[in-house]
C-alpha cells in the first residue's frame, strides 16, 4: 500500500510495535542522535522523541522521528512491497512492455496505461502542508539535531530540497544535508554533480533575476523520501518517480512567497531563495564514511516562510560508522533498480553496494563470462551509468555468485584473481565530494578487480593452479617490526595491523601538514610489506593488506570492520603496492598523514565518528535500565 502521509505510517509502526515513544526530555544536541544510533545497530523500532530540548533548553512543540527505515522490513513497509525489486520490474515494464502479450490480451495493457498516467503530478490550490504558516519563520524553533560531537552545527538530514531550471522550469528533488546557520539561514550542500547545484549554475548565468528560489520540505509519504534520493535518469522526475512508486499522482502545491510547486502531504515545507554570489563555509558534518566531510564553501538559503500540516513530525537520520539506517536505504535502491540496471547492461547478473564501506568505495557485479575479459567490460559500463561514476572500486565475480556473501567475495579474490593480469587501474576519474581518501576534491583513481572464473575460450585457460601460504604465516608476520597483529583472509591474503606514530587518530582530524611524519609512514609502510614478502612462508602470498590498530582482528565481527577500514582509508593510486615482479600486491589502508610532498597528496585527514563519551554511557546505561 502507499501511505498517503507520514503520520499514517507513524501510526502504523506504532500499532505493530515497530516504534518506540520517549516521553521524557531529550536534548537535540548529541543525545538524540546517540540513542538513533544505539536502536539502528541493534536492528531496533523507529523512535518518536515527544518532548525534542532545543538549543535554548526550551521544549519543542514538534515531535522529532528518527530511525524511520532503519530496518530491511521497515524500508519494505515504507514503500509498500514485499522486496524492492518489484519496483524496478515496474519500471522495466514501461521502458519495454511486451506489445505481443497486449496485442493477444489488450486488457493487459490496462495496468501499464494507468501506471503511467499516475507518474503526472497534479497540482492543487492548497497542500496539507500549508495549513498553518508560521508568523515569523524561525527554523531553529524545529527540532534539528547535532548528531556528532565535531559537527558544524545542526544539519537536517532528511531534507527534500526542491529547486527548478531556470530555463525550462523543470523541477528537481534532491536531499542535500542542510546546515542551520541561523533563525533565517540554511547551507546547501549541494555537490557538484547534483542537479540543485547546476540550477544554482544556471540561475547565475541568467539574467533575469538575482535569487533563485528554493524550498525544503520535512515529511510526508515515505515514498517521496526514497524517490528524491533514488538515480533517476535525467528525463524521469522525481514527482513522476513518486507516482509510480505510490500509484497515484503525486499532489504538488504552489509555495506562498515563490513560484516553486512542493508535494502538497509533506509535514514542513521551508521557503526561500539563494543569491548565486553567496557561499558560507559548511561543515564539519560526520557522513555515511564514518568520517566527518571535510569543510566547504556552499550556497546559503535565505528563508521567507515556514509552513506545516496539523499535528506535524519532524523526520531526522543520523548518518555515519555504518551500519546506519542511510544503509538500508541503499540497499533498497540498489535492490530497486537492478531489475533496471540488468535490462540496460546485459551483461548483469547481480549488483550489491555494501552498506560497510559507504556503498560509493565498492560494488561488487556478478557478470556473465561467454567470452574473455567480457566482466571487465561490464564494470567499466558500470562506471559510466549516473551515481555509479563515483565507485571507487569493483570487484567482478561469476554471475551465480552470491554477491551479498562477503566470505564467498574473499574465496573469489583470493582463488581467481592473478595478479597484474586481473588488476585495472583507471588515474584520473570522477570521485564523490565527499571521498576524504582522495588526493583532490572529485577526483580519484579506480580499481577493477577481475575475480571471475577463465571463461573457456581465454588465452590462460590451463596454466597451473595458484599456491597460497600456509596459516603459520600470519604467525611469522607478527614479528616482523611494526605489526601489531596479524591474520589470515584467504590462502593468498594476509592483513596485519600496526600503529602509525603521530598518525591521525580515530578521535581527532588531522588538519596540518607534516611532510616528515608522512615519509616517515611511508617509510613504515614500505619495511612492513618488504619485511613480510622476505618470508619463507610468504613466498604464494598474493594480498597483503595493512592498517591500523584500531581493527581489532579478533572481535566477532572482525570482517565487517575491516571491509570499512579497507575501503575507507584507501586511495587507489597512493595506496597500492606491487612488489618488483608485479606479483604482489600490499594494500595500504592506514590513516594517512596529510602531505602535499609524497608520490600524491593527502589532505586534511577528518576524525571518527564517535559519540561523545560521557553521553553515550549515560544512554548505555538508561537502555539497560529499561531493558530496551
Known sequence: MAWPNLRTYLRSLEDNGDLLRISHPVDIHLEAGCIADKFVKRS??????????????????????????????????????????????????????????????????????????????????????????????????????????????????????????????????????????????????????????????????????EKMPVAICLGGPPHIMFSAISPLPDNLSEYEFAGLLSGERLKIAKCLTNDLWVPADCDFVIEGYTIPSETRTEGPFGDHFGHYSLTGEYPVMHITAITHRKQPSVPMTIVGLPPMEDGYLGEAIGDAFLPVLKFQHTDVSDLFLPLETGFHNLAIVASKQRYPRQARKTALGLLGAGQMMFLKSIVAVDKNHEVKDLNALLRA????????EDITILDGMVADTLAHAAPWENVHS???????????????????????????????????????????????????????????????????VDEAGARAQREQIERIREGIWSLEAAKNLRWLFITDDDADLRADDWKRRLLWQLFCRFEVARDLHFDEARARIAWDATAPIPSLEGPLPVRRWPAVTLHDTEIEGRIDAWIEENGL
Open 44 to 209: 531496533g523500532p523507529a523512535i518518536i522523541f515527544d518532548q525534542p530540548r532545543l538549543a535554548n533548553g526550551r521544549i519543542s512543540e514538534f515531535p522529532l522521528v528518527m530511525n524511520l527505515f532503519g530496518t530491511r522490513e521497515r524500508v519494505n513497509k515504507a514503500l509498500g512491497v514485499e522486496k524492492p525489486e518489484e519496483i524496478g520490474e515496474r519500471m522495466v515494464a514501461l521502458m519495454k512492455p511486451d506489445i505481443g502479450a497486449v496485442l493477444k490480451n489488450p486488457f493487459s495493457g490496462i495496468g501499464l496505461a494507468k501506471q503511467g498516467m499516475a507518474m503526472a503530478p497534479k497540482r492543487i490550490k492548497k497542500g496539507a502542508c500549508q495549513a498553518i504558516r508560521i508568523e515569523n519563520p524561525d527554523i531553529t524553533k524545529l527540532p534539528i539535531p547535532t548528531t556528532w560531537p565535531q559537527d558544524g552545527g545542526p544539519f537536517m538530514t532528511l531534507p527534500l530540497v526542491i529547486t527548478q531550471d531556470p530555463k525550462t522550469g523543470h523541477h528537481n528533488m534532491g536531499m542535500y544535508r542542510s546546515q542551520v546557520f541561523g533563525p533565517t539561514e540554511v547551507g546547501l550542500h549541494w555537490q557538484a554533480h547534483k542537479h540543485g547545484a547546476e540550477h544554482a549554475e544556471a540561475s547565475a548565468d541568467s539574467e533575469e533575476s
Open 446 to 512: 579506480k580499481l577493477i578487480i577481475d575475480a571471475t572464473t577463465l571463461s573457456k575460450n581465454d588465452p590462460r585457460v590451463g596454466e597451473g593452479k595458484q599456491m597460497g601460504s600456509p596459516d603459520s604465516l600470519a604467525v611469522s608476520a607478527s614479528g616482523v617490526a611494526g605489526v601489531v597483529d596479524g591474520r589470515m583472509l584467504g590462502t593468498s591474503m594476509l592483513v596485519v595491523t600496526t600503529k602509525i606514530a603521530n598518525g591521525p587518530m580515530p578521535e581527532f582530524s588531522m588538519e596540518e
Open 413 to 420: 579474490i583470493d582463488y581467481n584473481v592473478r595478479i597484474p
